[in-house]
């Protein structure tokens, strides 16, 4: 357990050290009609090819767009251009399509058939990534792959450890990579002891539709005759209706050194999994429908709050990165979209990430070990369900503590975090948005999952309010304008994507069955 009450800012620190931090985002959002039922028509070509370009893409199915911003070294800049992908997709959607703004999807078909599988091409790597989403489909469910989150990628500068390291005579025999993975594991599990705060602040999921309960054993009430409800969730998009399942909660997936991490992932890859293997491989007529029986078809399938990120070469696996050059990145993942902004996160949301995160890393950071992971589980799972009940108390190494006192603990010890920050980049963004934080916590009602809930109730519904604020972003991202530089880069980005497939397709030899056999 980590003695968070002992924080302070180290001695060396200075708000110099944040130069060469980077940080990017990952957006998902679905694609909806006006009539409640979600878009069947393909990607949009304009938009170019979803397999090669390096901004645009789709995630599970057809519908589910996910826009990805380069790393920028600013929160500012990264807001931008996630701001300018989403005004490519509205000048390239049809008029009536529109991007829903909710996490959770709104549903008028709880039929799997309605959600198409994202159709990446000809070429046996584009057939894969189908392959991959049909087996997750017939594992857990189409309906659970079309909630949409979104992932905030952060990493720091080599200054800033290289002066940690100077500072630790302990790890004078550690190679900087060494020294960095062992202090970015420890930024994550501090994030896992503290992804209930998180989801305090950030969730914005407190209410699903009916069709997307279909079939499902729940315990949440209704809202109105269109929207279900717990009325003091968080998120639900985090919790046992959402993006979980329970083959995954035996794993023990560890982060307490980098090889241990990896070991635990490529077990789960290679150890089949009996409700798995009694789906089969293939379809009746010989097609095959999941990549392997295995407990994951392959590493991404792993469902974390949090995870250690290296950029992978072609043909390398996310773990083949990490074991040969360490971790670059971590990615949060806990993250609603807020249904109030435009771009599905605020300014004041991304600050606060990157003070939380700097927090995590300079905490002491023991290993995180089954014990207390259990804990943490009880913890999310109450927060996720009771999060702005008053009386909500959570585990703390085994004593029952209030949930209030716990975050505004934690929020006091990061202020001096947030004043480096806003010394480094000017301003007062860190210190204004831990503020609100502050707020939050102390007034619950203030919580993006209260407002949503508010709104549900006074608009009529979830379908409701997610219709209004779907077509006030699209009317304000559709006033945005772009330079002719700006335009002519995006323009010949989709043109080349484009062409990148078509090159990939035609260079195709091997045929898909001989090509899946090997990779299983």
């Keep these: 357990m980590s003695d968070f009450s002992q924080f302070k ?57 996910e826009l990805v911003t380069d790393p920028r070294s600013s929160p500012k800049d990264t807001l931008m251009v996630l701001r300018q992908l989403h005004v490519l997709v509205y000048r390239a959607l049809p008029e009536e399509e529109l991007m829903w703004p909710l996490s959770m999807p709104y549903m008028r078909s709880a039929e799997d058939e309605d959600i198409p599988l994202a159709d990446f091409g000809t070429s046996n790597t584009g057939k894969l990534k189908t392959l991959y989403r049909s087996g997750l489909g017939v594992r857990y469910g189409r309906r659970m792959q079309s909630i949409a989150g979104l992932h905030y990628n952060l990493s720091f500068g080599d200054g800033l450890f290289e002066s940690w390291q100077a500072q630790t005579p302990e790890a004078s025999d550690l190679t900087l990579t060494e020294f960095k993975n062992d202090k970015y594991l420890g930024l994550i599990r501090n994030f896992k002891r503290l992804t209930s705060l998180v989801l305090y602040l950030l969730g914005a999921s407190p209410n699903v539709s009916p069709c997307f309960l279909a079939g499902r054993e729940h315990d949440l009430i209704l809202q109105n005759d269109s929207t279900y409800y717990k009325p003091a969730a968080t998120s639900l998009r985090m919790g046992r209706l959402g993006y979980t399942n329970s083959v995954q909660e035996n794993l023990d997936i560890r982060y307490n050194n980098l090889p241990e991490y990896i070991v635990g992932l490529r077990r789960a890859i290679q150890t089949p999994h009996e409700s798995f293997q009694k789906l089969g491989l293939d379809d009746d007529d010989g097609n095959p429908i999941q990549i392997n029986d295995h407990i994951l078809q392959i590493e991404n399938e792993y469902y974390s709050p949090i995870r250690p990120k290296q950029i ?31 771009i599905g996160i605020r300014l004041s949301s991304a600050c606060f990430l990157e003070i939380m995160a700097l927090y995590c890393l300079f905490n002491s950071s023991p290993d995180l070990l089954p014990a207390e992971d259990e804990e943490l589980a009880i913890n999310l799972e109450r927060v996720v369900n009771e999060g702005r009940r008053d009386d909500l108390h959570i585990i703390n190494d085994g004593k029952e503590i209030p949930l209030q006192s716990w975050m505004v603990e934690h929020l006091n010890n990061m202020l001096p975090l947030a004043a480096l920050f806003d010394a480094h980049y000017g301003g007062n963004d860190y210190r204004a948005a831990l503020a609100l934080m502050q707020g939050k916590a102390a007034q619950s009602e203030s919580t993006i999952s209260a407002q949503v809930n508010a709104d549900s ?64």
């Excluded at 039922?37 to 397999?51: D, I, M, N, T, V």
């Excluded at 992978?312 to 971790?327: F, K, Q, V």
């Design 312 to 342: 992978a070469d072609r043909g390398e696996t996310p773990t083949e990165a990490l074991e040969r050059r360490g971790i670059a990145y971590v990615e949060f993942r806990a993250i609603d979209l807020d249904p109030y902004s435009d």
């Design 457 to 520: 109730e006074r608009l009529g519904g979830m379908w409701q309010l997610g219709l209004t604020l779907a077509q006030q972003h699209r009317g304000a991202l559709l006033q945005q304008a772009f330079s002719p530089n700006t335009q002519a880069k995006y323009e010949v980005l989709a043109e080349k994507s484009i062409l990148q497939q078509a090159e990939i397709e035609k260079a195709e030899t091997e045929d898909f069955m001989d090509f899946i056999q090997q990779y299983r």
């Design 9 to 65: 800012t180290p001695d060396w620190m200075s708000s110099q050290h944040l130069t060469g931090m980077l940080r990017g985002i990952e957006k998902e959002g679905l694609r909806i009609k006006p009539d409640g039922y979600l878009s069947r028509a393909p990607h949009p070509e304009k938009l170019g090819s979803k397999l090669t370009h390096p901004f645009i893409t789709t995630d599970y199915s057809e519908n589910l767009l």
